[in-house]
Nanobody, 128 residues
Framework: QVQLVESGGGLVQAGGSLRLSCTAS????????IAWFRQAPGKDRENLAV????????YYADITKGRFTISRDNDKATVYLQMDSLKPEDTAVYYCAAGIGVIPGNVASRSVATYDHWGQGTQVTVTS
C-alpha cells in the first residue's frame, strides 16, 4: 500500500546538520503516519519521531533532545527529518516507516512492530 524511499544520508562532522527525506508512493502515501527510526551496529532499532498523516501531530523521542525536527509536505508525498548539532553517537542507518491509523506519541507509535512498510534505510555517519 505504501512504498518508501529514504535519501539525504551521508558523512558529516560533529556539530553539523543533515536533512533526511522519505518519499512515499502508493494509495496511502499521504494519509499514513510516518515515523523515523535508526539502528546503530549491534543495537536495536530505536524510534526518533512520528508525524501524523495531515502533519498536525508530531512526537519526538527524548533522545532527539530538541535537535531533530520532523515535517512533511504532502504535495510532494515527502517527510523530512532535519537533524542539527549532530554527534558521533548519531551514527546509524536511518529508516522511515509508514503506519495506517497510527497516533503519534502513544506506545504503539514508538514500536517497530507497529509499522508494516519500511524504506531501505540511509546511512548517516558523524565524525568527531
Amino acid at each position: 500500500q505504501v512504498q518508501l524511499v529514504e535519501s539525504g544520508g551521508g558523512l558529516v562532522q560533529a556539530g553539523g546538520s543533515l536533512r533526511l527525506s522519505c518519499t512515499a508512493s502508493g494509495r496511502k502515501a499521504t494519509t499514513s503516519a510516518i515515523a523515523w527510526f535508526r539502528q546503530a551496529p549491534g543495537k536495536d532499532r530505536e524510534n526518533l519521531a512520528v508525524i501524523s498523516g495531515p502533519g498536525n501531530i508530531r512526537y519526538y523521542a527524548d533522545i532527539t533532545k530538541g535537535r531533530f525536527t520532523i515535517s512533511r509536505d504532502n504535495d510532494k508525498a515527502t517527510v523530512y527529518l532535519q537533524m542539527d548539532s549532530l554527534k558521533p553517537e548519531d551514527t546509524a542507518v536511518y529508516y522511515c516507516a509508514a503506519g495506517i491509523g497510527v497516533i503519534p506519541g502513544n506506545v504503539a507509535s514508538r514500536s517497530v512492530a507497529t509499522y508494516d512498510h519500511w524504506g531501505q534505510g540511509t546511512q548517516v555517519t558523524v565524525t568527531s
